[in-house]
């Protein structure tokens, strides 16, 4: 037995749990287990699934994984990235990419030149030929058009002491009518929900949500993480670990439910969201292993 299998050992049985308790909470068959504790790696499908074993064994036990690494890294295989070639492809189609824009801004700037001198003529033409000539027509039009103006002019006299006759009746008719009265609306404003924190202190934070018409927990992990979803009554509704391979996310709808406690392993790598609204940790992420509380306050509560 490796001194990272009794560290471990000792850790599993310091919390009371079993091989089959530990199998439970972190998905891995019993056999790897018992591999881990006696060191025997052989029986693993490979270095990257020894690592990861290792790291979920230790963040059930509330270890730090990274610590754990560091201290036995003599005992533990290193695993390899193998996608350095596809990162080279990437690096180089990036490159193909920027050289053939730097060929687009380089005649841009020539086209919009021309585009703008073009516009610039095209106004001057216009002036020119609506307004050079308007000088000698308008000399020749003028004298009809004071004629018709006059006699325009009369007419419109005699149109507008009809029109002030007609509106002085008007003016008696609304004297007596009634204006309506103007109906004021008033918008009532829809208040925002309210995500708070009320309390935290060690690796426990309690949270109030207030103003929202429903509850729902989306968690989100950006690595791969242990996360459980429970009730105020401790009544378990999701109890597993979210991997990189398709099943990173989960969501659990608990509008019917007014507390929700959330326990997760890996809090750096996991975001929690409550009705679309991201949840701000109220003790670092750095701290791994955290138990969030969330009290849905009713509006007519």
Do not use: C
Not at 66 to 78: L, N, R, V
Request: aromatic share 8%.
């Amino acid at each position: 037995m490796t001194e990272l299998g009794n560290r471990l050992k000792e850790a599993r049985l310091a919390k009371g749990l079993s091989l089959d308790d530990l199998q439970t909470v972190t998905k891995i068959q019993k056999r790897y287990l018992i591999g881990i504790e006696e060191g025997n790696y052989s029986s693993m499908p490979g270095n990257f699934y020894v690592r990861a074993f290792i790291k979920q064994y230790a963040e059930a036990l509330n270890l730090n994984p990274d610590e754990i690494f560091e201290t036995y890294k003599s005992e533990i295989p290193a695993s390899y990235n193998d996608d350095l070639p596809q990162q080279l492809s990437r690096v180089k189609t990036h490159k193909a990419v920027t050289e053939g824009n730097s060929k687009i801004f380089d005649i841009l700037p020539k086209i919009l030149i021309g585009v703008f001198v073009i516009g610039v003529a095209s106004l001057l033409y216009y002036f020119l030929q609506n307004h050079a000539g308007g000088g000698t027509n308008e000399s020749i039009k003028n004298d009809s058009d004071q004629v018709k103006i006059e006699k325009s002019e009369s007419l419109e006299k005699v149109k507008g002491e009809e029109i002030e006759k007609d509106k002085k009746k008007d003016s008696k008719k609304d004297d007596n009518a009634t204006k309506p009265k103007e109906q004021k609306t008033t918008v009532v404003e829809t208040p925002k929900q309210e995500l708070t924190v009320v309390q935290s202190g060690g690796t426990n934070s309690t949270y109030d949500l207030k103003n929202a018409d429903k509850f729902v927990v989306k968690l989100v992990s950006k690595g791969q993480t242990w996360v459980s979803i429970k009730n105020g009554k401790g009544k378990t509704f999701f109890a597993d670990t979210l991997k990189t391979d398709g099943t990173q996310s989960h969501t659990e709808d608990l509008s019917a439910e007014s507390i929700a406690v959330l326990r997760v392993g890996n809090a750096a790598d996991t975001d929690i969201y409550v009705n679309d609204q991201k949840l701000e940790y109220a003790i670092p992420a750095t701290a791994n292993v955290q138990n969030i509380t969330i009290q849905y306050v009713l509006k007519n509560e």
